[in-house]
């Protein structure tokens, strides 16, 4: 077989975790059929990507702007293509506005890259695409940590969220295809792997064939045996479905890392309602309190949306004494920001205006401020276990505790890939510094 000539690939990825597993599908299914390498220098590239994210407007006004710049400075032959969440919402829409680009990808149909790097002008962004049988090639990237799709699209209807018009219904990857490609990244050296779906703890809803009914809890069960992987983390898991049978799982099971993101969105029943989310102020306080009560050491996240249309000073008052209650130690906020395609736009009439989402924001912002002290600093003096992934070039490694915290540690790429005992000596808001302890 002739080898082809060695190409360049720049890739830049926005949005969630779920783009950037699909990002490292690109990079793998390109290198292994089309003989890519990656570059962090846009203009000496052959091929040009944006894996795009279209949950809030911003990124999305920002896109254009970006692939302007890029055409201006790219080589003369090289191609862009416009792949992820904005390709499958806004489709050949992308060529009408910025006509030099090649190409436009969905998020659902990743799985068809190396064809289409090829076919000028085309445009692929079904979102019924079946992509649950489809294997990649072994990605190959942080060899220490893992992470596979186990479910694509979103069954979901949260009045705000595009996802569900962008990623398409959801469909649960089989089983055996998960457990398979863990193995396989096992064997070359990861330890820990995340599962990823928009609602991981509704895996198992749907398959594309007809199979013996399975759920989340069976499946991370199924992902413990995994010989070689000492840490499972999962992202997102829906609130609604944190039944005891999985939050009992989740405490008892020690290879499931003691993190967990429970996305509040906000701690009004009546918004929550509006939101379409299917719990209550109580049910999430309930549901908090039992993960707290049985795994005292967990790590709590969690995405909060202000000024959602309608939302008065009462019911964000509820969101605040949300997190004053259950006291987050990460908090991804966002202020509401109207999407095309979601039902929440026939709330116009009653959108808050920015000046107060903005106030909402920063005083959020500044109450989970005082927790991030208050949960951290308890913890100097103790001793935790790390896994090493990243040596920085003023002599520090860093890893995380099983409970998913970053910590430094002066060493040597010795550390690299082992989970090691720390002693933590100083805390930031976000991080420990901490030493190896023999
Ligand atoms: N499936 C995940 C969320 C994916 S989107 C889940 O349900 O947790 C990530 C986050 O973006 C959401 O949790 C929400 O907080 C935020 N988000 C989604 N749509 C938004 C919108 N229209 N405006 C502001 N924030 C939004
Ligand atoms: Fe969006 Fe809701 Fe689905 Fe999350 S669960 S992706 S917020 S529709
Ligand atoms: Fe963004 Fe799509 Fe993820 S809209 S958050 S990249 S699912």
Not at 72 to 101: E, F, Q, W
Not at 167 to 195: F, W, Y
Not at 252 to 261: A, E, G, L
């Amino acid at each position: 077989m002739i080898k082809q000539e060695e190409k360049k690939l720049f890739i830049e990825t926005l949005g969630c975790q779920m783009n950037d597993t699909d990002s490292q599908h690109i990079i793998s299914e390109l290198k292994e059929h089309k003989n890519y390498s990656v570059t962090n220098d846009m203009e000496e590239a052959d091929l040009i990507i944006i894996n795009t994210c279209s949950v809030r407007e911003k990124p999305v006004s920002k896109l254009f702007s970006e692939i302007g710049q890029f055409n201006k400075k790219k080589k003369k032959s090289a191609k862009i293509g416009v792949c992820g969440c904005t390709a499958s919402h806004l489709g050949s829409d992308i060529m009408k506005r910025a006509p030099y680009v090649d190409f436009v990808l969905g998020a659902r149909n990743i799985s068809k890259i190396k064809d289409i790097i090829d076919t000028k002008g085309a445009v692929e962004i079904d979102i019924d695409y079946d992509d649950s049988t489809y294997q990649f090639a072994a990605s190959g990237m942080n060899l220490y940590k893992t992470s596979v799709n186990i479910s694509i699209g979103c069954d979901k209807e949260c009045t705000y969220c595009i996802v569900p018009a962008t990623r398409g219904d959801e469909i649960s990857i089989p089983p055996e295809m998960i457990v398979m490609q863990i193995e396989k990244d096992a064997k070359n050296g990861a330890k820990e792997v995340t599962l990823l779906g928009q609602n991981v703890n509704s895996y198992g809803r749907r398959f594309s064939d007809k199979r013996a009914k399975t759920n989340f809890t069976k499946l991370l069960q199924e992902v413990s045996k995994i010989e070689g992987i000492e840490r499972i983390r999962f992202t997102s898991p829906h609130p609604l479905h944190m039944d005891d049978e999985f939050i009992e799982e989740f405490a008892r099971n020690p290879k499931i890392s003691k993190c967990i993101h429970m996305p509040l969105q906000s701690g009004s029943t009546k918004v929550l309602k509006a939101m379409k989310r299917g719990y209550t102020k109580e049910w999430f306080l309930n549901r908090a309190k039992k993960i707290r009560d049985l795994v005292p050491e967990v790590r709590i996240t969690t995405d909060i949306i202000v000024a959602f249309p309608g939302e008065t000073q009462e019911d964000f008052e509820d969101t605040l004494d949300v997190i004053n209650q259950v006291k987050f130690d990460q908090i991804f906020n966002f202020k509401y920001s109207p999407r095309p395609n979601t039902q929440a736009l026939e709330l116009k009439d009653k959108e808050i205006s920015d000046e107060i989402g903005s106030a909402r924001l920063i005083e959020v912002i500044e109450l989970h401020k005082l927790h991030q002290s208050e949960l951290m600093n308890p913890n100097i003096g103790k001793i935790v276990s790390v896994l090493f992934e990243t040596l920085k070039p003023n002599g520090e490694v860093s890893g995380f505790t099983d409970n998913y915290c970053q910590v430094f540690v002066k060493g040597s790429d010795e550390l690299l890939g082992r989970i090691v005992d720390v002693k933590i000596t100083s805390a930031s808001r976000t991080a420990f510094k901490g030493e190896v302890v023999n």
